[in-house]
């Protein structure tokens, strides 16, 4: 069974930094690429940021490009988002997902994880 | 503001048929056939129900349906049922190698 668990979420003050891990199991993780999104509260979803299957490609949206890093370990069967300089409109729900056709859409989600960016 | 847009809302009633449209640019919608669909219900995570532009994923029901034309694609939901109500969401992929989503859609059933 394809699972995504993600964590490290928390309350944060505005100009710190969080990670948030995503642990998958159940496919070969190695074989995909992955996407952060994301979902403030009350509000739609908002992409964030995609990595490829090797790490070779990255792409990030620009309300978060300089700010957050992306990153895989194959090894570890994990995806990370290192996110500095936080704003309250960092607030969010972030869920990872699992590409899988290519395209970025996503069968796959995680449960989904709660930033909140506040003083 | 998001980059694709869509109707804030829609209703029908059970057994009709409803359709969502997403307007998006040359760059996305009008330049690709990724174009996927996305169901949340409230305090869950987004579900595929449609991915490049028509194709349903295994388990998904043949009564949503996807198309696109032009710059806009939508989609349909037939013999509408009482578990449809929920926010529907497009997303389309970018000529920046980046995904787009639109405001979203409260579909109501009555």
């Known amino acids: 069974e394809v699972q995504l668990v993600e964590s490290g979420g928390g309350l944060v003050k505005p100009g710190g930094s969080l990670r948030l891990s995503c642990a998958a199991s159940?496919?070969?993780?190695?074989?995909?690429?992955m996407n952060w999104v994301r979902q403030a509260p009350g509000k739609g979803l908002e992409w964030v940021s995609s990595?490829?299957?090797?790490?070779?490609?990255?792409y990030y949206a620009d309300s978060v490009k300089g700010r957050f890093t992306i990153s895989r370990d194959n090894a570890k069967n994990s995806l990370y988002l290192q996110m500095n300089s936080l704003r309250a409109e960092d607030t969010a729900v972030y869920y990872c997902?699992?590409?899988?056709?290519?395209?970025?859409?996503?069968?796959?989600w995680g449960q989904g994880t709660l930033v909140t960016v506040s003083s | 503001q998001s980059a694709l847009t869509q109707p804030a809302s829609v209703s029908g009633s059970p057994g009709q048929s409803i359709t969502i449209s997403c307007t998006g640019t040359?760059?996305?919608?009008?330049?690709?056939?990724?174009v996927s669909w996305y169901q949340q219900h409230p305090g869950k995570a987004p579900k595929l129900m449609i991915y490049?532009?028509?194709n349903r994923p295994s388990g998904v029901p043949d009564r949503f349906s996807g198309s696109k034309s032009g710059n806009t694609a939508s989609l349909t939901i037939s013999g509408l049922q009482a578990e449809d109500e929920a926010d529907y969401y497009c997303?389309?992929?970018?000529?920046?190698?980046?995904?787009?989503f639109g405001g979203g859609t409260k579909l109501t059933v009555l």
């Open positions: 997902a699992r590409d899988d056709y290519g395209d970025y859409s996503a069968f796959y």
């Open positions: 159940g496919f070969t993780f190695s074989s995909y690429s």
């Open positions: 990595i490829s299957s090797s790490s070779s490609y990255i």
């Open positions: 040359s760059s996305d919608v009008g330049g690709y056939n990724y």
């Open positions: 490049e532009v028509s």
């Open positions: 997303s389309s992929y970018t000529s920046s190698s980046t995904l787009e």
